[in-house]
């Protein structure tokens, strides 16, 4: 079974200094990897994915991804926080069969001004 | 683009009441998802539906069941609204088609359930 765990419950961070959201999975062969945000009363939107191909992956609002097997690791980053990245973060691993161990229990990111 | 939409973004019942939460997607998704969201416990699955007329228990089905009569159509059922049934209730769909597509999920917005 797939599953994966955030190690961070809440980030702080400073507008215009960078982010570092960690996730680290666990799985018995390549996994595909997601990130999705969420605003306040919004649903989730994809981030990124990883899916086998490049292990830097690029995703919208200036975030990327890397995955790294040796760690098991898929950290979400971004050089530069901006007010609107408040948000909460979900790492998700996808399955074919197991969706039940696939969300983390999410980053709460806050930017201070 | 996939759309997801849920037909309630917000809803107010009291303890007992049968409520009824609808999802519908527009992408002929296979799989369809009811997720419940609350604070410090992050996103746990309900149940999840891989086709008409089948459906699996997720993480936490106790009082909760599910219909999908029509493929784009995924319905939540509360038989017994009870008040720790108050939370965030979020559906998804996703394909099973391969190529590209891996699991990724598509959200509808939500639907902030309250139990009085």
């Known amino acids: 079974a797939q599953s994966v765990t955030q190690l961070d419950s809440h980030v702080s961070v400073s507008e215009g200094t960078p982010v570092l959201l960690r996730c680290n999975y666990s799985?018995?062969?390549?996994?595909?990897l997601f990130w999705y945000v969420q605003h306040p009363n919004k649903g989730l939107q994809l981030l990124l994915k990883?899916?086998?191909?490049?292990?830097l992956v690029k995703g919208i609002n200036g975030f990327e991804a890397e995955f790294k097997k040796s760690e098991t690791s898929f950290h979400l980053t971004k050089p530069s926080a901006h007010m609107s990245d408040a948000a909460e973060y979900f790492c998700?691993?996808?399955?074919?069969?197991?969706?039940?161990?696939?969300f983390g229990a999410g980053t709460t990111v806050t930017v201070r001004a | 683009d996939v759309k997801v939409t849920q037909s309630s973004r917000y809803l107010v019942k009291r303890t007992g009441e049968k409520v009824f939460l609808e999802c519908v997607q527009d992408?002929?998704?296979?799989?369809m998802f009811w997720y419940r969201q609350d604070p410090g416990l992050g996103l746990r699955l309900i149940y999840f539906?891989?086709?008409?007329?089948?459906?699996e228990k997720g993480d936490i089905p106790e009082g909760y069941s599910v219909s999908r009569e029509k493929k784009e159509r995924f319905s939540l059922i509360l038989e017994s609204a009870s008040t720790n049934q108050t939370s965030m209730y979020l559906c998804?769909?996703?394909?099973?088609?391969?190529?590209?597509?891996?699991?990724?999920?598509?959200f509808g917005e939500g639907s902030r359930l309250t139990v009085l």
């Open positions: 992408m002929d998704h296979e799989n």
């Open positions: 998804a769909s996703s394909s099973i088609s391969g190529g590209a597509d891996t699991g990724e999920l598509f």
């Open positions: 990883y899916t086998s191909a490049a292990t």
């Open positions: 998700f691993t996808g399955a074919s069969n197991d969706y039940k161990l696939s």
């Open positions: 799985s018995s062969y390549s996994p595909s």
């Open positions: 539906s891989y086709d008409v007329k089948m459906k």
